[in-house]
């Protein structure tokens, strides 16, 4: 590979409690359907451009994956990160995740899922629930899920624009009605949902629930921390840190002729999400213009790479 930067075309996924709100970031929805999810950078985006292009990202890694994740990646169960842009239209199951521990013990897989999100967008009288009202047993908890009364032992917060959640494993959460969310997790899709507020999917059908693993594996004494960074006029915000992932803010004044620079250093792999605005990134042989809604995925063989523009970006890697 050469180093250059690779723009991504996302996978979509349709969701009983998704809307449209993608297409208010730039992105391209191809038909009516209620879109929840865009796995902006994942095994299956799509390489959009370039000598690469139409190729999935999980097809690269046989032959190009030290080059583009780096050699100190581990790609054993394929890309280690996830990153989406979600659009609740609707309340999300009330849901929880287990950790690399339960995941290996349940489900027998080596990654659990802890993930953060960082509200890009919010109505006026968004929520989202971050954990279990204090004091909450397991017992409880166990009791209110069979009762069908759990949304009273929810801690329910409201949130808006350029708030920010370090989830980790087992925290019992739901994203609420209007809100437009980054999210940044371990590359796993092992959820077990807890409570789905009586609705059906979009065959018609309850959605399953999976109330004893969920049980098992929650944590009913840390709620998730919210913190705010709207407003906020700093360069580069780190949102969340943990041992799978570092997640940024960044964000940059043309008028000021800003300019930020990053290096790889061929260690790491580093992806870009625009969330407002435009930006350019030159890196390797190459240039990419970026704008809302698009991800651009640096590769650990690009070493050092350049950001102009106006625009705000979510930068994800590992630590």
């Known amino acids: 590979m050469e180093g250059g930067p690779l723009l991504l075309q996302p996978a979509l996924k349709v969701k009983v409690w998704g ?8 992105m391209d929805l191809p038909d009516g359907q209620p879109y929840g999810e865009a796995w902006v950078m994942h095994d299956s985006a799509t390489v959009a451009a370039g000598p690469l292009a ?30 989406k842009l979600l659009d609740a239209s609707a309340w999300l199951s009330v849901q929880v995740h287990p950790d ?69 494993a087992g ?18 899709d092992r959820t077990y949902r807890l409570y789905d507020w009586g609705r059906r999917g979009l065959d018609g059908q309850p959605r399953p629930l999976h109330v004893e693993r969920g049980l098992m594996v929650a944590d009913v004494d840390e709620p998730a921390p919210l913190e705010h960074h709207g407003g906020r006029q700093e360069q580069v915000v780190e949102i969340a840190r943990c041992d799978y992932f570092v997640c940024e803010l960044l964000q940059l004044n043309a008028r000021a ?37 698009q991800t651009a995925l ?7 790479w350049r950001l102009r523009g106006a625009a705000q970006l979510l930068l994800a890697r590992q630590p």
């Open 171 to 188: 925290t019992v959460h739901a994203l609420g009605p209007g809100l437009l969310v980054y999210e940044i997790q371990q590359t796993s």
């Open 19 to 26: 809307g449209r709100k993608l297409e208010a970031t730039g």
């Open 257 to 293: 002729g800003e300019c930020l620079t990053r290096d790889t250093a061929g260690r790491r792999f580093q992806a870009l999400t625009c969330i407002a605005g435009q930006a350019t990134l030159a890196c390797g042989p190459g240039e990419l213009s970026l704008r809302a809604g």
């Open 100 to 168: 690399d521990a339960w995941a290996q013990r349940l489900e027998n897989e080596t990654r659990g899922k802890t993930e953060a999100w960082y509200v890009v967008a919010a109505e006026p009288e968004a929520r989202l629930v971050r954990g279990l009202q204090p004091g909450c047993t397991r017992e409880q908890l166990a009791a209110a899920i069979h009762a069908e009364t759990l949304p009273a032992l929810l801690l329910e917060s409201p949130v808006r624009a350029g708030d920010a959640l370090m989830l980790r």
């Open 54 to 83: 139409g190729r999935e990202l999980g097809e690269l890694l046989p032959h190009h994956g030290e080059s583009l994740a780096g050699p100190e990646v581990d790609l054993g169960e394929g890309w280690p990160l996830l990153a």
């Open 298 to 304: 640096v590769p650990a063989c690009a070493g050092v």
